[in-house]
């Protein structure tokens, strides 16, 4: 490197006040989810979080009120993380069955890169009941959201909207539990869902089993 270029190089911009203090929420909340994903919420203590974190133990306490209110914010921080990643990851342009296609590939693509996922989700019931609430809240908003965009192209016809909120809950079921059969191996290693689970899934969905 020449001594101009050097000279000429731009330091990295400082983080503000408020960019730092979202960024250790946002340490302490992935810290938190690599715990509790390990070891489950049982054994996810404060120390074992902000240790993981790189953050002192007093400053656990600007962020969040008790090891309760970050488990209980826990699984909805993860939820929208997912959204966001499943949103960020479709194409543009696409719809109808290519869309849900590519949203379920997404899902599964965010499982692979947060393997304890499914855990944080199923303890959160016992341990977290609110999150647990409220990340389910968030999920069929979201779907609803999308179906009715659906509905109003054209692709979907024939539901009122009694029968889609019921279609959202056979869609989220679906997923969960070919999550838990494909979505890691017999060693509980996290890995790609096969081709042909995806084939089924859409198989199922485009054309109905009995149609």
């Known amino acids: ?10 330091p990295p911009r400082r983080l503000s006040r408020e960019e730092k203090a979202r960024e250790t929420r946002r340490l302490l909340l992935e810290a938190a989810a690599e715990v509790v994903g390990n070891d489950g919420y049982a054994e996810a203590s404060i120390a074992k979080i902000t240790q993981l974190a790189g953050v002192a133990q007093g400053t656990f306490y600007n962020y969040f009120d008790s090891r309760q209110d970050i488990l209980d914010k826990l699984l909805p ?8 990643h499943i949103a960020q990851s479709l194409p543009r342009g696409l719809a109808g069955p290519a869309r849900e296609e590519a949203r379920l590939r997404a899902f599964f693509d965010y499982l692979d890169r947060h393997p304890g996922f499914y855990r944080i989700l199923y303890e959160a019931e016992v ?4 999150a647990h609430a409220e ?16 509905v109003a192209r054209g692709e979907i016809a024939g539901y009122d909207e009694d029968e889609l909120e019921a279609v959202i809950y056979v869609l989220l079921a679906a997923r969960s539990y070919i999550a838990m059969r494909y979505a890691r191996d017999e ?6 869902v096969p081709e042909h689970v995806i084939k089924a899934y859409m198989k199922v969905l485009t054309k109905g089993l009995f149609s």
Not at 77 to 84: A, F, P, S, T, V
Not at 135 to 150: I, K, M, P, T
Not at 187 to 192: D, S, T, V
């Open 135 to 150: 990340h389910f809240r968030v999920l069929v908003e979201g779907y609803r959201n999308a179906l009715d965009r659906a």
């Open 1 to 10: 490197m020449s001594k101009q270029s050097a000279l000429h190089r731009q």
């Open 77 to 84: 921080y993860m939820g929208r993380e997912m959204l966001d």
């Open 187 to 192: 060693k509980g290693h996290a890995g790609p």
């Open 127 to 130: 341990f977290a009941p609110k």
